[in-house]
């Protein structure tokens, strides 16, 4: 194994207030937590001690330090310099309740010297900075979603990716300031897409990010969910304030990839959108009105939510009472691909011509298309079929978007 590339370098404080701009923090890695005043005061009274507060991880990009490690113990240096709090008397005595402008000159001075280690990371990819960052907080309790986040292999671009959809950044409002909270969440209905109803405990979490951590933005577990997040994103408010917690948002998520699988959805979007708030309000009276059952899914909403048991039972809930509300769901095709054999007659049929501008598709590569579309519910069959070229294909399907 090749070493990490990097440099290091001992600036004073006095130099990275003069440099702050320089300086911007890489929110992949960062962890969202914010420090309490003690702790920035516990901090600045370390540096004034003139003991050790470890190092400062950045990568470098052109002239910007992007900040993988130690954007909490920046700011409070910078916020200190900047007379945005005073010290802490529990920790500095006499000196507290004194802001850097009331400091003593011996005592500015020792702040202003102080010798911060940081280290440059220079040249490297995100899975080598993800590598550095497992090592420098090993002893740091992380999160699910901070390891999850941490992990090697390409499943961890994939989560991050998939967490910027709207639907989780708008509808549910899992933005910026959630992101691990998002990462969790994405995390958990990859592995439900996957291997369907299954435990999303953190043990399996690892385990699948370990066996997958090949799966890239090209595959098709990724087409498959970005399908469903699309008809949510088109279906709900920005925001839903229903879509807050994660067994709700888990469970919405599956009713609609359910739906979307084995019915024809298309123009129930509104009716999806009124249903999800009656529900969410039905739910939450439940006690009130004796509604054994939704007392039953609000319990299992809130308690043990990650087992595979109570995903189950919320989804044949929601589901129940989906198809209660619409009234009738009609049903797609079961097959949806043509066969070879089927295919060959229905170029056939055509002569072998785009059914639109009349090509000759011999030796050509040529698409079967349903008249009336599958997601519609269009029959897989010889008699809703036409042969098209490529761009007549690409256009037929534009216009069904």
């Not at 298309?266 to 009716?271: F, V």
């Not at 009472?321 to 170029?347: N, S």
């Not at 599958?374 to 690409?394: D, M, Q, R, S, Y």
């Amino acid at each position: 194994m090749l070493p990490h590339k990097y440099t290091e370098k001992t600036h004073t404080i006095s130099y990275l207030i003069r440099h702050k701009n320089e300086f911007d923090v890489d929110k992949t890695y960062q962890r969202e937590m914010v420090w309490t005043r003690k702790l920035k005061q516990y901090l600045i009274d370390t540096i004034l001690r003139n003991l050790d507060i470890g190092r400062i991880w950045v990568r470098t990009e052109g002239q910007k330090y992007w900040i993988v490690d130690g954007q909490q113990r920046l700011n409070a240096i910078w916020e200190y310099a900047n007379n945005d709090f005073p010290l802490d008397p529990e920790f500095s005595g006499s000196l507290g309740g004194k802001k850097y402008e009331d400091l003593p000159p011996d005592v500015r001075d020792v702040f202003d010297e102080y010798n911060v280690h940081i280290v440059y990371l220079m040249g490297m990819d995100d899975e080598e900075i993800r590598d550095i960052f497992r090592r420098i907080n090993s002893g740091i309790p992380l999160n699910t979603a901070e390891r999850l986040n941490a992990l090697p292999g390409e499943i961890v671009q994939t989560m991050r990716y998939l967490s910027k959809h709207p639907f989780f950044t708008e509808v549910c409002e899992l933005g910026a300031l959630k992101r691990y909270r998002a990462y969790h969440i994405v995390a958990q209905i990859m592995l439900l897409q996957k291997k369907g109803i299954i435990d999303i405990s953190p043990k399996y979490l690892f385990e699948f990010f370990d066996a997958e951590r090949n799966l890239n933005n090209k595959s098709s577990l990724v087409h498959d969910m970005t399908s469903v997040l699309n008809y949510l994103d088109k279906a709900l408010e920005k925001p839903t304030p229903e879509l807050r917690k994660p067994s709700w948002i888990i469970s919405i998520y599956l009713l609609t990839s359910y739906l979307l699988h084995y019915y024809v959805m298309k123009g129930l979007e509104s009716k999806f959108k009124s249903f999800l708030i009656k529900f969410y309000n039905d739910v939450q009276n439940s006690i009130q009105t004796g509604d054994q059952e939704l007392i039953d899914f609000h319990f299992v909403a809130s308690r043990g939510t990650t087992s595979k048991d109570n995903i189950q039972k919320r989804q044949e809930i929601l589901f129940k009472r989906f198809w209660e509300y619409v009234g009738h769901l009609t049903p797609l095709d079961k097959k949806r691909e043509f066969t070879q054999e089927e295919r060959i007659a229905i170029f056939r049929k055509f002569g072998g011509r785009c059914s639109v501008c009349g090509e000759d598709l011999r030796r050509k590569t040529w698409d079967i298309h349903h008249k009336i579309p599958w997601v519609e519910g269009g029959p897989t069959t010889i008699e809703n079929a036409e042969l098209l070229c490529e761009k007549h294909h690409a256009e037929r399907h534009k216009k069904q978007l």
